[in-house]
């Protein structure tokens, strides 16, 4: 059973492009949460979606990124217009449900933005 | 969210067990007490979780004290695969609601 795939591994955009980064959770896992890492910090909770449904976004920055969880495909984190603030690892996990005892984490996407 | 004070790095002999300390005075009474670590360049990944009695599995031991203020993660033998940083995380299973704090980088000597 594959665990959590995230590509790319690393992604690097000019100032101004766009980013996409996709996750395929575990085969079974319906709940999908996406974390970022700034250098030398702990993860940070962006988003948490369900097939089809954003159902709690509090921790996404207000403009340039938006997240979906289509019916069918991987997970997309999506940001626009790229600063140099947003370099950073961004951290896919998945889980079966809403309270599972464990979260799965794939090895994230390395964004570097010049 | 229970805020959690960890040292912020700790060493270890390889072979040799590792106590982890995490303070967490401000954790609620329905709070589990969760361990992730996070190997370099890799993401988190699950160690243990406990309520309010000990707890053992493969990688590690849990425990946690009596007041639930504080517990302690426990490596009987540390390898130099442990090598990471460990999180405590005091929460209910809703994982938006995870604070990753900075954790305790831990370094295992050969």
């Known amino acids: 059973n594959a665990g959590v795939m995230q590509n790319p591994r690393h992604l690097v955009r000019r100032r101004g492009q766009e980013a996409r980064l996709r996750c395929s959770p575990m085969?079974?896992?319906?709940?999908v949460y996406w974390y970022r890492q700034l250098p030398e910090e702990g993860l940070k909770f962006m988003v948490y979606l369900q097939k089809e449904n954003i159902i709690d976004e509090s921790g996404m920055p207000k403009e340039r990124f938006s997240a979906e969880f289509p019916k069918e495909g991987p997970s997309i984190l999506r940001i626009q217009q790229v600063v140099r603030g947003d370099s950073a690892a961004y951290f896919c996990?998945?889980?079966?449900?809403?309270?599972?005892?464990?979260?799965?984490f794939g090895s994230g996407t390395q964004l570097s933005v010049l | 969210d229970a805020k959690t004070t960890q040292p912020n790095s700790m060493e270890s002999n390889e072979e040799e067990p590792v106590h982890l300390p995490c303070n967490h005075s401000?954790?609620?009474?329905?709070?589990?007490i969760h361990w992730y670590r996070q190997l370099p360049s890799q993401g988190p990944e699950y160690v243990i979780h406990g309520l309010t009695s000990n707890v053992n599995n493969r990688m590690a031991s849990l425990a946690i004290a009596e007041d639930r203020k504080s517990s302690t993660l426990i490596l009987h033998r540390a390898t130099l695969r442990d090598a990471a940083v460990y999180y405590c995380i005091p929460s209910s299973y809703n994982f938006n609601k995870f604070y990753f704090g900075s954790g305790t980088k831990l370094n295992v000597k050969p």
């Open positions: 401000t954790i609620s009474g329905t709070d589990y």
């Open positions: 085969k079974g896992h319906s709940h």
């Open positions: 996990a998945s889980s079966p449900g809403a309270t599972n005892e464990k979260l799965f």
